[in-house]
């Protein structure tokens, strides 16, 4: 299995620009996660789905952040504008389940560097 | 979710065993220990999981004290892959949310030649 792809890797943007991170979870888990990563605050969990509806969002912060999940395999998480304050590594996540013996599988990652 | 208390850093030599602890003396009797970590410039990885009992499997071993207020997780045989994050996290089991997997500061581990 290939694992969590996401893409791309590296983006480099001017402030204002619409960014659009793309995932695609591994085949047949049916949760998908997205988290934000910085220095300051650590890992936080943004959005999650379940099948591919969005259950919980209330860690995406604020309205220029959206993340959409049309199919099993393919999610984006869009910002629209991007600020500087948006740089960060951007992580996706898929699971079978968030059970006990729940298990996220992450992808390696967009580090998002906004100017 | 109980809070956990891991070392900032720590050293191990290679080849050696590498124990990480981590406290977590608020855990409620239905949360579980999860380890996960992150190599540099990787997404976090899951290592390992458990409830009470003792747990190993092919990356490590999980040691749950018998009051459940602390853990540590051992690799046996450290290797320089093996620096990385660890991050100690508890949260509840079946009834829980995804919100419950909360990464701390983590523990960074440096295995040295």
């Known amino acids: 299995d290939a694992g969590v792809i996401q893409s791309p890797r590296h983006e480099v943007t001017e402030m204002g620009q619409e960014v659009t991170l793309r995932c695609k979870p591994i085949?047949?888990?049916?949760?998908l996660f997205w988290y934000r990563q910085t220095m300051m605050r650590g890992l936080e969990l943004l959005i999650y789905?379940?099948?591919?509806?969005?259950?919980?969002d209330s860690g995406m912060p604020e309205d220029r952040f959206s993340a959409k999940m049309p199919n099993a395999s393919f999610s984006t998480l869009k910002i629209q504008p991007s600020e500087p304050r948006d740089s960060a590594v951007y992580f996706c996540?898929?699971?079978?389940?968030?059970?006990?013996?729940?298990?996220?599988?992450f992808g390696s990652g967009t580090q998002l560097s906004v100017l | 979710d109980a809070k956990t208390t891991q070392p900032t850093s720590m050293d191990c030599a290679e080849g050696r065993a590498a124990n990480l602890p981590c406290n977590h003396s608020?855990?409620?009797?239905?949360?579980?220990v999860y380890w996960y970590r992150q190599i540099h410039s990787q997404g976090p990885q899951y290592i390992i999981h458990?409830?009470?009992n003792n747990e190993t499997n092919e990356m490590a071993s999980l040691i749950i004290t018998e009051d459940r207020k602390s853990s540590t997780l051992i690799l046996p045989h450290a290797t320089l892959r093996d620096t990385a994050v660890y991050y100690c996290?508890?949260?509840?089991?079946?009834?829980?949310?995804?919100?419950?997997?909360?990464f701390g500061s983590g523990t960074q581990l440096t295995v040295l030649p």
């Open positions: 789905f379940n099948n591919n509806v969005p259950i919980d």
């Open positions: 996540a898929s699971s079978f389940f968030p059970r006990a013996n729940e298990k996220l599988f």
């Open positions: 608020t855990i409620s009797g239905n949360e579980y």
């Open positions: 085949s047949g888990h049916d949760y």
């Open positions: 996290i508890v949260r509840v089991g079946s009834s829980g949310s995804a919100r419950q997997l909360t």
């Open positions: 458990g409830l009470k």
